[in-house]
């Protein structure tokens, strides 16, 4: 059984869901980016984006009854790997900030574009669930 998961209140995604929960105790973030809840940019800043982001996964695993502690992948999309590696510093304190010592196996690719052109970042998780969790 797969059942796909919506934070409430979020706009209905167009063309792709924003979570899939997968009998077995899987759960898969499907990209999240650095728009609000409705599909807004708040900012083009590269770690404004990068912490909505990460609160969309956060928001994402909750809907889905996991937390950021039950995260075993993710891979991150930028489209500027010299301001990512500038700002290394400051990105890994909004990671903790917003996923706590959480870190899974993760993966970090340049990309020459986003679909959404003011994305500066994207990023899809997979999240475990122990067997006692709800689906």
């Known amino acids: 059984m797969i059942k796909k998961i919506q934070p409430p209140d979020w706009a209905e995604p167009k063309g792709y869901a924003n979570g899939i929960l997968a009998r077995g105790s899987m759960l898969f973030v499907g990209g999240q980016i650095g728009w609000n809840a409705r599909q807004q940019f708040e900012s083009d800043d590269f770690i404004a984006q ?7 996964i956060a928001a994402v695993l909750k809907a889905g009854g996991a937390g950021p502690e039950h995260m075993v992948r993710m891979t991150w999309y930028i489209v500027d790997r010299a301001e990512y590696v500038a700002r290394l510093k400051e990105l890994g304190g909004v990671y903790r900030e917003v996923m706590g010592k959480n870190f899974p196996a993760m993966t970090c690719i340049e990309v020459a574009a986003l679909v959404e052109e003011r994305a500066k970042i994207e990023i899809e998780v997979t999240a475990v669930l122990p067997d006692s969790a709800p689906n």
Not at 50 to 56: A, F, S
Request: net charge positive.
């Open 50 to 56: 990068t912490r909505q982001t990460l609160q969309n």
